[in-house]
């Protein structure tokens, strides 16, 4: 089976991407059919661990949308697992070098290209029984730069051959840059995200980016991302039912 994100990104089209981080596979099976392209299992800052994010991916499956992950850390066994379990992309958090991204990438894939060990358990139910032969070129890998450090290393991490392309994390970025949380309209949020999105596609390398509103998500679309998150299932979740209560105490 195909990544049907590289087949929208190969057509330059924007992929929306869902953010699955309540441990639950009934709401990622409805966050997946919502329409988006491709939905995030997100093990980094979802309360839960592999053994909910395998029903998810499996929810997921049912639908069109691209099962991704983002691992809690740069770790090879905790990656392996995921991609074990039928992730088709993963989202790593906290890349601050090449080193961290060689790393990232080298758990994606297996020999010569990388150190994945093999024991695809779900990886051939998602993905065929041709899966090894195309696990390499079908999983996503994207680097999250969300630090002063990433940022400032961003060349030598798109150097990387291996990596697919770089996911920006504005909240962990606005911290570092001496902001708040949710500062993704302060002018040095925008020029650092304008600038990740300059030299990545410079290097013909994808962007994806986490979006903490619709003005946000639009601001984005119109800067050329290659996929945005319009936000996870709580920050969703929460706008409407507190826009409904609203309404009705109103
Ligand atoms: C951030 O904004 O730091 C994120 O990691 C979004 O998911
Ligand atoms: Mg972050």
Known sequence: RQNPLRTLF??????????????????AEVVADCGYDAVTVDLQHGLFSIESAVPMLQAISTTNAAPLVRCSENSLGEINKLLDAGAYGVICPLINSKEDAERFVRACHYSPRGGRSYGPARGVLYGGKDYFEHANRTVLTLAMIETR?????????????????????PSDLAIELGLTPDSWSDDKVDQAIKHLITVSHARGKYVGIFCGSVEMAERMKAYG????????????????????IGILRG
């Open 10 to 27: 190969a057509q330059k089209k924007l992929a929306l991407n869902g953010w699955a981080s309540i441990g639950n596979s009934f709401l």
């Open 149 to 169: 450090q990433g940022l400032a290393a961003v060349e030598d991490i798109l150097s990387v051959p291996d990596l697919d392309g770089i996911f920006i994390g």
């Open 225 to 244: 991302v290659d996929m945005l998150t319009p936000g996870t299932d709580v920050q969703l979740l929460r706008a409407e039912t507190s826009r409904r």
